[in-house]
């Protein structure tokens, strides 16, 4: 069992910035392609941001060119960075965590509040 815990949330003002950690309990983070969803009120919970365990990244078209995936394998950490915030990106923001071999290793973070309002 993962245990995934995130963090970083928040209220911002749109064109702000927040970063958002992901903190996972196994010592081998480096076998887990890590990802970030979210869900809107009323809405599914769509993928945000994925990275490989080598480091290759995919981004949701919504949030490309504004927001960075990045791991630190070190720390056991997945981050994301975003900038240039939105109305649109406010949700709740959940970090994955699926091993590479066995798929039914799949893991969720229990959800940090992001919240864009003038």
């Known amino acids: 069992q993962v245990q995934l815990v995130e963090s970083g949330g928040g209220l911002v003002q749109p064109g702000g910035s927040l970063r958002l950690s992901c903190a996972a309990s196994t010592s081998i983070f480096n076998m887990y392609s890590m990802g970030w969803y979210r869900q809107a009120p009323g809405k599914q919970r769509e993928l945000v941001a994925t990275?490989?365990?080598?480091?290759?990244?995919n981004y949701a078209d919504s949030v490309k060119g504004r927001f960075t995936i990045s791991r630190d394998n070190a720390k056991n950490t997945v981050y994301l960075q975003m900038n240039s915030l939105k109305l649109e990106d406010t949700a709740v923001y959940y970090c994955n965590a699926r091993h590479i071999v066995v798929a039914q290793l799949d893991y969720w973070g229990q959800g940090t509040q992001v919240t864009v309002s003038s």
């Open positions: 990275i490989t365990t080598g480091g290759r990244t």
